[in-house]
Every structure is written in C-alpha cells, then in structure tokens.
T-cell receptor, first 110, second 115 residues
Framework: DAKTTQPTSMDCAEGRAANLPCNHS???????VYWYRQIHSQGPQYIIH???NNETNEMASLIITEDRKSSTLILPHATLRDTAVYYC???????????FGAGTILRVKS | GAGVSQSPSNKVTEKGKDVELRCDPI?????LYWYRQSLGQGLEFLIY????????KSGLPSDRFSAERTGGSVSTLTIQRTQQEDSAVYLC?????????????FGPGTRLTVL
C-alpha cells in the first residue's frame, strides 16, 4: 500500500475553514484517496474519497492535485465537534483493508 | 438503520485467560474487518472476511488470535492465553462489499485490558 504523509497536528479557529494536507507521492493510478476521522473514544468515521477529480459531500471537500501526488481535505466551517484525528489513506480499487498512519490531530478552538 | 455493534464495550481480564469479542455488522454487509488500536502501534488491520471466501488473516499478530464469522453475519474474535501487550481497543468494521470505492463503517470498539 502507498504511504501517506500528514502533519502531526493543526489548529483551526471555530467557523473557519480547516485545510488538512496529505502527501501520497507514490500513489498508483488505480489507488483511491480516502479520508477518515476518529473522534476521541469512538471508531473511525468515513468522510470522503476520490480518485482523480475533486469531490464534495455534506461533510467536506477533497481537492486532489493533477499529478495525484497530494490532496487536501477541506472542512468549510469547522466546529468544535470536528476536533479529531484525521487519517488520509490510499487504497487500491481491489483492496480490502485500510492501512492507517498516524494521522493529523485537528484541534478546533473557539 | 443500526450501525455496527460490538460487545462487550469493556473487558478486563487476567493474563493467561481467553477472551471472546463479538461484532454485529450492518445487515446486508458482506465484508467484515477487525482492527486493533493500541497506544504504541496505532490502528492496525487484523483479519478480513468476504462472503464465503477464505478470510485474509495476514494481520493476526500470533496464533493466539483467531476469528470466525458464522452465517456470514456475526463475527467473534478470540484471543487465547491473553498477554498484557494484547491490551488495546479492538474495532470491527463492515462494508457492503469489498474492493472498489467502498466505505467501511466502524463500530465503537471493545476496550480490552489484560492485567
């Protein structure tokens, strides 16, 4: 599985956009980029995924660079409840397991 | 609808005892996964079931760990002769199928403490 690199931690002001970067320079053409988050004492929660195009859902937007070597998860209006560990994962289309790295600790502050 | 449920939520056991952890996946999900999360190792894959296919056991750390999935639904993770290093949160996830762009839904986990 391709490896990802994320900053250890980030702070964001409540109500502002949170932009979480992820590097995946060794990603293959058939590998998806997934984002999950884990709020304290809960199981991981799926946020969004993409292959080549930018994606948006009710939770977030995913911006993938043209060369696919990096991506950014955007939470448009962060709230205190968005404080969590955010994991960027790459996984082949035929893959099953998720390989989690250390993730980014996002702290949303009032 | 109901999500993935796990029981017990907490389990404290003595070193050397056997434990069984249960996972009820979302109804209709054919794929089921076990992960564990410990302080020193982060979140790691243990085992994966897909339908009637042979499970992928590549993540099991030793032969003290085993899992079964009965009737394609409920799964039980068994740890024999528990050791202190087995202390962790054991997470179960399920998905509609495997492969492709399929999201996995996680349960709340079972916190295992081995004294």
């Amino acid at each position: 599985d391709a490896k990802t690199t994320q900053p250890t931690s980030m702070d964001c002001a409540e109500g502002r956009a949170a932009n979480l970067p992820c590097n995946h320079s060794t990603i293959s053409g058939n590998e998806y980029v997934y984002w999950y988050r884990q709020i304290h004492s809960q199981g991981p929660q799926y946020i969004i995924h993409g292959l080549k195009n930018n994606e948006t859902n009710e939770m977030a937007s995913l911006i993938i660079t043209e060369d696919r070597k990096s991506s950014t998860l955007i939470l448009p209006h962060a709230t205190l409840r968005d404080t969590a560990v955010y994991y960027c994962i790459v996984r082949p289309s035929w893959g099953n397991k998720l390989v989690f790295g250390a993730g980014t600790i996002l702290r949303v502050k009032s | 609808g109901a999500g993935v449920s796990q029981s017990p939520s907490n389990k404290v056991t003595e070193k050397g005892k056997d434990v069984e952890l249960r996972c009820d996946p979302i109804s209709g999900h054919t794929a089921l996964y076990w992960y564990r999360q410990s302080l020193g190792q982060g979140l790691e894959f243990l085992i994966y079931f897909q339908g009637n296919s042979a499970p992928d056991k590549s993540g099991l750390p030793s032969d003290r760990f085993s899992a079964e999935r009965t009737g394609g639904s409920v799964s039980t993770l068994t740890i024999q002769r528990t050791q202190q290093e087995d202390s962790a949160v054991y997470l179960c996830a399920s998905s509609l199928t495997s492969g492709g762009a399929i999201e996995q839904f996680f349960g709340p986990g079972t916190r295992l403490t081995v004294l």
